[in-house]
């Protein structure tokens, strides 16, 4: 390959980096990323949290405050018996720890926790869905409603008794809209646990993490894309003999 060539690649590349860089920074390109984490089958059951997350995903970008943004979470039956009851939750904490729960309750699987807390955590840990986070649901991703009487001690919980059958699923669609003074990282932490026969039970959990950037963060970001841009022109320019 000639060198006048391989100068119109990487231009053309910085160019294309700048653009995805600027587009996450202003906000208008989200980037998806299917993260599936699968319990440890115990038995004849088991148990999949997935979550099709949006705009947390690029290692670069960040949630700019007073930003909405949204995500769906799906709870499967992946045994070979149907679900007797079941019950999802959904918290945001600004820190949170991995517990093993091996020696709690037979049947349980690793799951995880607010920091402060132990098998039941401590509501000090969770930030505030409603009120600061403007937390809402969806049953179909298009039709959204408040979610306040879901919310009990700022943890969204869903299922309750329902039945879930072998190898079919539940899914949520959510979105919050994080508050103008949040700043650093906040953990979406979804857990679901299911009731197998009378004395089987199920957990698993899934956690992502959500980067609320600063004023200056977005600066940077911003000055990092156009400098790619700048550069990406500069090789493409160069390359093409144009100086």
Known sequence: MKKEDTRKIVGVLLIVVGIVILLKGFGYLNL?????LVAVPNGYAGMEITTDVKSFSFPL???APGATYKWSVTLKNTGSVDWSAYTFYLRLAKDYTQKTFSNAVPGYNTAYVDKCGSLVDDVSCREDLIGTWKFMISYDGQNWVDASNLVSNKVFSAGANSQLKAGTAMTWWFKITAPTN??????VIA?????????SYLVDSKVDT????????EMVLTFIGALSIIAGLGFALWGFKAW
């Open 32 to 36: 998806s990323l299917r993260k599936p």
């Open 61 to 63: 970008a960040t949630v």
């Open 182 to 187: 949040a700043q650093g990282n906040y953990y």
């Open 191 to 199: 857990t679901g646990g299911a009731l197998v026969g009378s004395a």
């Open 210 to 217: 959500i980067s609320v950037g600063t004023v200056s963060g």
